[in-house]
Every structure is written in structure tokens, then in C-alpha cells.
């Protein structure tokens, strides 16, 4: 069993930066890969970032790649999305998910646990 909560999401203006949290606990995630996805009102879930067991590798969407930086903190614990040159299309509620592989997946199916979510608005 994992838990996992995001936090760091709030209101930023377009241009702005925020620094999301994923905090793990319960069973260890720090030999798995980690990912975050978002989900707009009426949208389905997107793939954002993801980064495997030991952080050496990352991935991007086309549409985060260049602004977003998705990095862990192994004896935390904790995976970060550090998002800069946020634009009004960002504005989701943000999830982190493990996959218990080493290299994670870009599809939410994929993922076995998934935090509660925290809001990320972008204002024009």
C-alpha cells in the first residue's frame, strides 16, 4: 500500500513559476518509476512528466518539455514538478502516480497509485 500527497498547487499568473510536491508513504517507491499527469474540466487525464527509479532518466510531454523539470528526492521519498513559464492551459489538478516498474509509463493505466490531486490555476 502507498500513499501518496501532492501539494504546491494555488494561483499564478501566466509567466509564473510553482514547485509541486508528491510526498510517499507506506511502501517504499524510491525502486519505481514516478510520474505526474493533469486533468482539465472536461478534458481526460494527460501525461505530464515522469521519472524512473533512480532519476537518471525523464520524460516530457510535448507540451511540458522546455518549462517543466520533474526531479525526486530518494531518502525523502518525494518526486517535485518544477514548472516555469506557466501558461493559462496548464490550469489542471495535478496528480503524481508511481508504477512499480524502474522505467515509468506515459499512460495512466498504466500507474498503480495515484495522491488526491492539488489545483494548479493559471491566470491570463
Known amino acids: 500500500q502507498v500513499q501518496l500527497v501532492e501539494s504546491g498547487g494555488g494561483l499564478v499568473q501566466a509567466g509564473g513559476s510553482l514547485r509541486l510536491s508528491c510526498a510517499a508513504s507506506?511502501?517504499?517507491?524510491?525502486?519505481?518509476?514516478m510520474g505526474w499527469f493533469r486533468q482539465a474540466p472536461g478534458k481526460e487525464r494527460e501525461f505530464v512528466a515522469a521519472?524512473?527509479?533512480?532519476?537518471?532518466?525523464?520524460y516530457y510531454a510535448d507540451s511540458t518539455k522546455g518549462r517543466f523539470t520533474i526531479s525526486r528526492d530518494i531518502a525523502k521519498n518525494t518526486v517535485y514538478l518544477q514548472m516555469n513559464s506557466l501558461k493559462p492551459e496548464d490550469t489542471a489538478i495535478y496528480y503524481c502516480?508511481?508504477?512499480?516498474?524502474?522505467?515509468?509509463?506515459?499512460?495512466?493505466?498504466?500507474?498503480?497509485?495515484w495522491g488526491q490531486g492539488t489545483q494548479v490555476t493559471v491566470s491570463s
Open positions: 521519472i524512473n527509479w533512480n532519476g537518471r532518466n525523464t
Open positions: 502516480a508511481v508504477d512499480f516498474t524502474l522505467e515509468p509509463a506515459a499512460h495512466p493505466d498504466d500507474y498503480d497509485y
Open positions: 507506506g511502501r517504499a517507491v524510491s525502486r519505481y518509476g
